[in-house]
């Protein structure tokens, strides 16, 4: 369909001498006023000439590890938004149990000649992993960017959440509302994240809660990620008398509610529970969960930035940028229960709040 001038003009609401102006690709016309015009041809339908329609600047791979946990799909919508911004087209590429591996993606993007590649949580979060892959690709070479992990002696930019700073804020929130037997619950050792956040949580039970180094071991449970493994882990911690948990997701944290009502206690009156992402809808669970929120749109905006200089021959610095998680207090935490009140404990047993109650955020 041929675009009418008067019809562009009347939807921008400029003059037809400035819509020719702009169609004709000339100078003199201010860059809102310009967007103006073009965001007028996409509103009435006018297929945009061909020296005004903006060129993909090339692929750009986005590796990540699953979707089941909604921070991945997070992370992957802020960069997918940010790299179009920047005239990338992202290629997206999700992990499954026995599906195609990070080394087999790596390899079709290669194939298709990506400009750069952006992991999360990849094998460079996985101290036990071979890193000489990441060294192979800069060789190339190709900029990479990698999201939560760190890789000593590999060259790229690295953008982390402090997952230290994360488990000493939760271990104070817990500790100001009166709670000194506190667990932690993450997953496996060997992933940078974990090994963090267990560091943050030795040092804010010892310095917060009084708690001595030979005591700490009994208090922590290493377990899969996901719900499941939070609860498994949430009941053993529930049989050594804790009164609050520390979680390395949110998906832990859940599980670990679950654990708790399973055992006949509530949620946060016997038990509290702080979580650790805050992913999409945690402020709508029962209870809505107190969790640690990693600043996603920052750490991913972060990320392609670096990946876009290094794209364009500007050197992003090769170090790790970490950003400050922000604790979002909600209804899972609340002061601890009087001593001997705790069923897990031996305490006086009391039925726990029917279902149809939620502790309000």
């Not at 790596?106 to 094998?123: K, Y």
Request: with cysteine; proline share 7%.
């Amino acid at each position: 369909m041929r675009a009418r001038l008067s019809d562009i003009a009347q939807q921008a609401e400029v003059s037809e001498a400035t819509v020719s102006r702009v169609l004709n690709d000339r100078p003199g016309v201010a860059p809102e006023t310009r967007q103006a015009v073009l965001t007028a041809l996409d509103v009435l339908g006018y297929e945009r000439p061909a020296r005004l329609r903006k060129r993909s600047a090339g692929l750009v791979g986005l590796v990540v590890p699953e979707l089941d946990n909604p921070i991945f799909p997070m992370f992957a919508q802020v960069i997918e938004s940010t790299l179009a911004q920047s005239g990338f087209t992202p290629v997206l590429c999700t992990q499954t149990p026995g599906g195609v591996t990070e080394d087999e993606y790596v390899e079709m993007l290669l194939d298709r000649q990506v400009s750069g590649i952006v992991f999360v949580s990849g094998l460079h979060a996985d101290t036990a992993a071979n890193h000489d892959r990441y060294r192979a690709l800069i060789a190339r070479p190709l900029p990479v960017v990698m999201i939560n992990g760190y890789v000593p002696n590999v060259a790229a930019p690295f953008v982390s959440c402090d997952d230290g700073e994360a488990a000493e804020l939760a271990v104070a929130h817990l500790v100001a509302l009166g709670h000194r037997r506190i667990g932690l619950i993450t997953g496996p050792d060997r992933f940078v994240p974990v090994q963090r956040k267990v560091a943050g949580w030795r040092a804010a039970m010892t310095r917060l809660a009084g708690a001595a180094e030979q005591d700490l071991t009994e208090l922590a449970e290493l377990s899969l990620f996901g719900v499941e493994g939070g609860e498994a882990a949430a009941g053993r911690l529930i049989e050594r008398g804790v009164t609050g948990v520390v979680c390395g997701s949110d998906l832990m944290a859940l599980g670990a509610i679950r654990a708790a009502r399973q055992r006949g206690m509530s949620v946060p009156q016997d038990l509290s529970v702080v979580g650790y992402d805050d992913s999409p809808l945690m402020a709508f669970t029962d209870p809505p969960l107190t969790t640690m929120r990693q600043p996603v749109a920052a750490m991913a905006v972060a990320a392609v930035r670096a990946l876009v200089d290094e794209i364009n021959g500007h050197a992003a610095p090769h170090s790790e940028y970490q950003f400050r998680p922000e604790l979002v207090v909600r209804g899972s935490t609340a002061v601890v229960r009087p001593a001997g009140a705790n069923p897990a404990r031996g305490g006086t047993r009391h039925r726990p709040a029917p279902p149809a109650l939620a502790v309000p955020a």
